[in-house]
């Protein structure tokens, strides 16, 4: 049992780090490039983040909970479980605090587009802070999948 719960924390990491990465900087610059509807491809990319998130937040709940029992009290000494704390902690500001206000300024914007509005500059500002929130979250997953090992031991 030990073996199969060493390789879902192996897969579980893969998963959520090869999904920002994908999602982030594959698909989501994909369809801005490719659609000639920007509103479409920014409704299309949000719902892919959504599910980056959510996936994130059961991801980081399973590593927490491996690593906590694989390392007992050691657990808060894992340079593992604070990579994953920090990546849990990003994903939770940025869906539950940033994205809201994202919403918020697309809304009080209608009947016009957020971006031909008067709120044009704020909804830039915030979406610059959630880009550098998931870069930043972005490179702690590469260092997950770095120090992956660590957390086994």
């Given amino acids: ?12 990491i893969t998963l959520w780090v090869g ?32 599910y980056v998130a959510w996936l994130g937040m059961a991801a980081a709940a399973y590593l927490l909970v491996f690593v906590a029992l694989r390392k007992d009290s050691g657990a808060f000494k ?13 994903t939770v500001a940025g869906y539950f605090g940033i994205q809201p206000i994202l919403t918020q300024l697309k809304a009080d914007s209608f009947p016009r587009e957020v971006m031909e509005s008067a709120l044009r500059d704020r909804f830039a500002a915030w979406h610059g802070v959630s880009s550098i929130v998931y870069l930043i979250q972005s490179l702690l997953g590469l260092m997950l999948v770095a120090l992956q090992g660590r957390g086994l031991r």
């Fill in 1 to 12: 049992m030990h073996r199969v719960a060493e390789h879902l924390y192996s897969i579980v």
């Fill in 19 to 50: 999904a920002l990465w994908a999602i982030g900087y594959l698909a989501a610059p994909t369809l801005f490039h490719v659609l000639d509807d920007r509103v479409l491809a920014g409704k299309v990319a949000g719902q892919l983040f959504t």
């Fill in 78 to 90: 894992s340079s593992v479980f604070w990579l994953v704390f920090l990546m849990l902690a990003l």
